[in-house]
């Protein structure tokens, strides 16, 4: 786990990281992302962490989420939506099967949220010397304004490494890298000033949060934004099948919490 001071930061995007996606994104997408994607993003504003609180300096590897199963012989849920241009639930897919070939240090993927709280409640079972069904702990999801200031630490471009995408700084779809049809090894780029791998890129990550189309009404404490639809939760980060201009610290996305994705996974929060 990596330490992440308390502090605040400005969430969301900017018009200059707007008119930066729309300018990257392929000439026959950008009215897609000019009209669909980029408003939830905004309104940026200040959002004020006052505690200190731990991210895994990692997404949750195969190998990590397999010792999870090994113990507790959990059921992971079935099928899995694979990617690319099949996004119809494949039933034979999974965690170990999501299409494409992955090494033990690559992120767990076609993992929906409730294995995600799953895991973690495994976790806190194991610090609390309970049953691993107790989901009571220091560990949790991260809430998507806690998400936002480890991506961002500290930086106020586009990227924690700078506005452009540049090369070798993220798996994504055209970054010119040989992952990018499928997940890469959590530890293949470069870690933030934080000191988190693969924060931006690789997979879209889970959060708490429940899905709201814009920013309008957001907590600005950092907290998890509970209300609404809840069996629709954030997503953020982007992934190997994601277009380069989607690759930015404000980026979000939803999916059902019942729905395993081979371009999702999930980075584990520690309250301190």
């Not at 934004?225 to 201009?245: H, M, S």
Request: glycine share 10%; hydrophobic share 35%; net charge negative.
């Amino acid at each position: 786990m990596v330490v992440l001071p308390a502090g605040s930061f400005a969430m969301g995007a900017s018009d200059a990281d707007i008119s930066q996606e729309i300018n990257e994104a392929p000439w026959y997408g950008r009215w897609i992302v000019r009209f669909l994607f980029v408003a939830r993003q905004q309104p940026q504003h200040q959002v004020t962490i006052s505690r200190s609180f731990a991210l895994g300096k990692y997404p949750v590897t195969r190998t990590e989420f397999e010792a999870f199963l090994r113990e507790t012989s959990y059921s992971p849920i079935t099928g899995c939506i694979t990617g690319g241009d099949k996004k119809a639930m494949e039933p034979s897919a999974g965690w170990n099967n999501p299409g494409f070939p992955q090494t033990p240090s690559d992120p767990a993927v076609c993992v929906s949220w409730q294995d995600a709280q799953a895991y973690i409640a495994w976790l806190n079972g194991k610090v609390n010397a309970a049953p691993p069904q107790h989901a009571n702990g220091p560990y949790r999801l991260p809430t998507e304004g806690e998400w936002e200031c480890g991506a961002r630490a500290g930086t106020h471009t586009a990227r924690w490494w700078g506005d452009h995408i540049g090369v070798n700084n993220a798996n994504c779809r055209g970054c010119s890298n040989p992952w990018n049809r499928g997940t890469a090894p959590v530890d293949v780029f470069l870690p933030n000033p934080f000191g988190l791998y693969d924060i931006l890129g690789n997979i879209f990550e889970l959060t708490e949060d429940c899905w709201h189309k814009n920013f309008m009404g957001v907590p600005t404490d950092g907290s998890a934004w509970l209300t609404g639809d809840c069996q629709i939760r954030v997503a953020k980060g982007a992934a190997w099948e994601t277009d380069p201009g989607a690759h930015t610290s404000s980026e979000r996305t939803q999916f059902k919490v019942d729905e395993p994705i081979a371009a999702f996974g999930f980075r584990v929060e520690e309250d301190i």
